[in-house]
Nanobody, 119 residues
Framework: QQQLVESGGGLVQPGGSLRLSCLVS??????IGWFREAPGKEREALGC????????NYTTSVKGRFTISRDNANRRVYLQMDSLIDDDTGIYYC??????????????WGQGTQVTVSS
């Protein structure tokens, strides 16, 4: 059974950086997506790392500030977040699919990690 565990969240000042990690029990042939839920808002899809090594951005709201990377040997997918702003506050989730990033058919989810951007 697929399991995903996010880590790396915390409190950071505006303009700061965080790197979130998603440890995946089965990473082979899986696409991994990153999502977030801000207080009072719907879940937002951020981006995806495909099993073929391609990356897809799902939103322009974090373009140029967030980067996804993948370490297959250690079964981890990272979300590097730079130039953080207050609106980046929320719970961040990673999710897995056997399909493509384009299809967005994610069927396994982590428990989430809290990111709070505040001075």
């Amino acid at each position: 059974q697929q399991q995903l565990v996010e880590s790396g969240g915390g409190l950071v000042q505006p303009g700061g950086s965080l790197r979130l990690s998603c440890l995946v029990s089965i990473l082979d042939y899986r696409s991994i997506g990153w999502f977030r839920e801000a207080p009072g808002k719907e879940r937002e899809a951020l981006g995806c790392s495909s099993s073929s090594g391609l990356y897809m951005n799902y939103t322009t709201s974090v373009k140029g500030r967030f980067t996804i990377s993948r370490d297959n040997a250690n079964r981890r997918v990272y979300l590097q977040m730079d130039s953080l702003i207050d609106d980046d506050t929320g719970i961040y989730y990673c999710a897995s699919t056997r399909g493509s990033c384009m299809a967005r058919e994610f069927d396994s989810w982590g428990q989430g990690t809290q990111v709070t951007v505040s001075s």
